[in-house]
């Protein structure tokens, strides 16, 4: 169980337009998605929180008018990177909040490398 | 505040060899503590994890951790390193109030033939 699908895998994009990375729950309701950023070579940090049907929580620094977040539903969970610049391209991994349950840790989705050109 | 540090930023270990990897967390409660590989341009896969109990974990792979509150570690171990060992290894804690996770810096794995 607890299973997370993400997409796009990988994505390029002019300086400039925007991107939208959808991660979905597949076999449960996830009501809260946290949405974590890796840079080449570094370690994965916390974005953002988004809740569903409710306003996401930021991590001090990210902005919040250039990382659009969406939680419409119970299953979808949708990262807007808007305007993306060169600085912007990271790999970005969606998580659900599993926890009290045996898959707390466990579901991660498989990424999205997005470079900005 | 929550935070995870992996002193060694890169090992490289002769094949067949044993390996341990350092992890050490500042957390106020009782830790839930994670142990994740990620190979180049993967996403993360879990080999184990502690929350309560026995505090040596046993993991895929043949991995293991152990957890010493004294000491605020939990040092993951592996007693024969394989080749496809070699990846990037992350220790990370979970917050028992909001389930998220904070990750160490993480420690690159080379193992040698």
């Known amino acids: 169980g607890a299973v997370v699908s993400q997409h796009p895998s990988w994505v390029i994009c002019k300086s400039g337009t925007s991107v939208k990375i959808e991660c979905r729950s597949l076999?449960?309701?996830?009501?809260?998605m946290f949405w974590y950023r890796q840079f080449p070579k570094q370690s994965l940090m916390l974005m953002a929180t988004?809740?569903?049907?409710?306003?996401?929580?930021?991590e001090q620094g990210v902005e919040k008018d250039k990382f659009l977040i969406n939680h419409a539903s119970l299953t979808l969970s949708t990262l807007t990177v808007t305007s993306a610049h060169p600085e912007d391209s990271s790999f970005y991994i969606c998580?659900?909040?599993?926890?009290?349950?045996?898959?707390?840790?466990?579901?991660f989705g498989s990424g999205t490398r997005l470079t900005v050109v | 505040a929550q935070s995870v540090t992996q002193p060694d930023i890169h090992i490289t270990v002769s094949e067949g060899a044993s390996l341990e990897l350092r992890c050490n967390y500042s957390?106020?409660?009782?830790?839930?503590l994670f142990w994740y590989v990620q190979s180049p341009g993967q996403g993360l896969q879990l080999l184990l994890k502690?929350?309560?109990?026995?505090?040596l974990v046993q993991g895929i792979k043949g991995f293991e951790a152990e957890f010493k509150r004294s000491q605020s570690s939990f040092n993951l171990r592996k007693p024969s390193v394989h080749w496809s060992d070699a990846a990037e290894y992350f220790c990370?804690?979970?917050?028992?109030?909001?389930?998220?996770?904070?990750f160490g810096q993480g420690t690159t794995l080379q193992v040698k033939p």
């Open positions: 998580s659900p909040n599993t926890l009290g349950g045996p898959n707390y840790g466990y579901t």
């Open positions: 076999d449960f309701q996830a009501t809260t």
């Open positions: 988004s809740n569903e049907g409710s306003k996401a929580t930021y």
């Open positions: 957390y106020g409660a009782t830790p839930y």
């Open positions: 502690y929350f309560s109990g026995d505090t």
């Open positions: 990370a804690v979970g917050s028992s109030n909001t389930g998220k996770l904070i």
